[in-house]
């Protein structure tokens, strides 16, 4: 009988199919590039409830606020670093009119937002708002000027009013609005989009109209010379119609003394399919595949793009900036389908960690990037809804990540295979390693498969960090169940310098490796 159990055990043993071995993981020495903190930048456009409600309540606001802007905001952004925030837009960019929000609140106009939603712009939250806003959770500057409905003249004024130093009229004025010093404007986006909604320009007629802006929009602060000088980053691809990155490249190419650009820009939103119509909430793992498989496109325009740069500037003076990016989903059922509401998923956490990673290993030409948008628009990282607010999974992404802000990235190899449903496949793995300048090495490494999960073995002491994943590829945080998916700690188990560490199906972890 003994024998016989012994005999059936054995059996059983042999008919298991063995565990599959954990995936290597091989990090490198070789120093990369370094990666610059502002590709963790933040976008904020008048939009449905982005700036009114998600950042600005007001000073008479019974919500918790610090001279009009919301603290629990502020408090939330500021655990991310937020480098950069651009602003005001967007399309919103090109028909907005600075000085319609200076000087006293009850004296600015209201006007139209004729781009979202045709809602009343109460013009309330203006330059001096931002400029405090972006103070408080402690980000610098990223300013679109309007090329569309603009003059040269006035975008010139613009930079002079924040920048100006010295007895003009308009310094003065800024003083006399409550601002003694010159604010410092990092990046200024010339025009957005000006193939659409900017203006439907051609790309000869861009080129004309950038070559002035860039030239007479003069940032006057003392501090911002050599290393800190103001950059300017034009309007690039233009999803494909022309080529706005080839013309603006040629004529920067040939430029003359007069005018010069440090950047030109690219958007892309992950739709699978225009007009966005994949649901935020409530969806299965067609909906997952679907938009992670569209998603690649981001790496592959890129490397588009940076082809074309690479012509016209192969020593890499000019950076890219992905200065819209996201997941662009069906708006909320019910609400403003101009102020494009979306919920934020599992799905979105992984997304944003997969593009990320295509940033950092792009990280010699893409230099700044800015997720659409901060909060309650697109992607957000922030939901509010009058005086709750509710943390999205991809902010737990941007808050995880916050260590290779600046790091130096290192080579990283593996082989995982892919996750495939139906017509749908991608890496099943994704991996970025970086080391930061206190000498951690970090490793950023997401599970896109969300039924199994994935072994990998590494080599070191100890890998300990945190780790994001949810229950469903559609699991959500929202303001009765704030914490559905939120990190949690993990730690790679073994010894004798090999590491094995588990990631759940659908999670994104950043470990630092010792
Ligand atoms: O982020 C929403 C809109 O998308 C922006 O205003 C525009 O630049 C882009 O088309």
Request: charged letters at 20%.
């Amino acid at each position: 009988m003994r024998m016989l159990k012994t005999a059936l055990a054995a059996l059983a043993l042999a008919a298991t199919p063995a565990a599959a071995d954990p995936v290597p993981v091989t990090i490198g020495t070789t120093p990369g590039a370094t990666i610059n903190r502002d590709i963790f930048g933040q976008f904020a456009e008048h939009l449905g409830t982005g700036i009114y409600g998600g950042v600005w309540v007001g000073p008479d606001s019974p919500i918790p606020n610090v001279r009009g802007i919301r603290s629990d905001v502020v408090a939330a952004l500021r655990a991310l670093h937020v480098p950069n925030v651009r602003w005001p837009g967007g399309c919103f960019a090109d028909e907005y009119h600075w000085r319609k929000g200076i000087g006293a609140p009850a004296l600015r106009p209201s006007t139209l937002n004729a781009n979202w939603g045709g809602v009343i712009e109460p013009n309330t939250f203006g330059t001096h708002e931002f400029m405090d806003f972006a103070d408080q959770i402690g980000a610098e500057i990223f300013l679109s000027v309007n090329i569309g409905s603009g003059t040269p003249e006035e975008a010139a004024d613009w930079l002079e009013y924040m920048t100006g130093d010295g007895p003009s009229t308009l310094a003065k004025e800024r003083a006399a609005n409550g601002r003694a010093k010159p604010w410092n404007v990092k990046y200024l986006g010339l025009g957005n989009e000006n193939w659409g909604c900017g203006g439907a320009m051609s790309n000869d007629h861009y080129v004309e109209e950038m070559k002035r802006f860039a030239h007479y929009t003069r940032n006057l602060n003392p501090a911002q010379t050599g290393a800190n000088a103001m950059k300017r980053v034009a309007v690039g691809w233009d999803s494909g119609k022309s080529d706005y990155t080839e013309s603006v490249m040629q004529a920067w190419k040939s430029k003359v003394w007069s005018w010069d650009i440090e950047g030109i820009s690219l958007h892309n939103y992950t739709v699978a399919g225009w007009p966005p119509h994949l649901p935020s909430s409530n969806f299965g793992e067609d909906d997952y595949a679907n938009l992670l498989a569209d998603n690649q496109r981001m790496d592959t325009l890129i490397a588009k793009q940076t082809a074309i740069m690479d012509r016209y500037d192969p020593e890499k003076k000019l950076f890219l900036a992905v200065d819209e990016w996201g997941a662009w989903l069906a708006p909320n059922p019910g609400s403003n389908p101009g102020f494009l509401q979306q919920q934020n998923s599992m799905r979105d956490a992984i997304l944003a960690a997969v593009d990320i990673n295509v940033f950092m290993r792009h990280a010699d030409r893409v230099r700044v990037a800015n997720i659409a948008q901060m909060a309650n628009v697109l992607q957000a990282m922030v939901l509010t809804d009058g005086p709750r607010m509710v943390l999205t999974p991809t902010y737990h992404v941007f808050r995880m990540y916050v260590p290779f802000q600046d790091a130096v990235a290192v080579p990283v190899t593996y082989a995982a295979g892919t996750y495939t449903r139906g017509k749908w496949s991608m890496p099943r793995l994704d991996a970025f390693a970086a080391r930061a300048k206190d000498g951690t090495l970090w490793l950023a490494v997401t599970n896109v498969d969300p039924n199994q999960p994935l072994e990998i073995a590494l080599t070191g002491r100890s890998a300990k960090g945190e780790v994001l994943t949810a229950p469903k590829v559609d699991s959500i945080n929202t303001f009765d169940a704030p914490n559905a998916v939120t990190p949690k700690p993990i730690d790679a188990r073994g010894s004798g310098g090999r590491l094995v560490l588990t990631l759940p199906a659908k999670s994104v972890a950043v470990v630092a490796i010792r």
